[in-house]
């Protein structure tokens, strides 16, 4: 559980090699989300706690395969 209402971040990994993440009322790319978190909640306690999980999701995702591209 995370942030202000103690809710849930999902991310994966889409179609085209990207992540995308989900939070509450809050969809888009992990750069969308760091955005808008800065935005939010800036250097608030929610804000610290959501900036360490984009790291963690930035070095778990960096191991992942290339997205292998399918045959037109």
Known sequence: ????????????RTKD??????????DGTL????SAVKERHGDNQ???EYALLIEFIRLRTSSWRPVEQEAA
Do not use: M, Q, W
């Open 1 to 12: 559980h995370v942030g202000s209402e103690n809710g849930t971040l999902t991310y994966f």
């Open 17 to 26: 090699g990207g992540i995308y993440t989900n939070r509450g009322c809050f």
């Open 31 to 34: 750069d969308e989300f760091e």
């Open 46 to 48: 929610s804000g610290k």
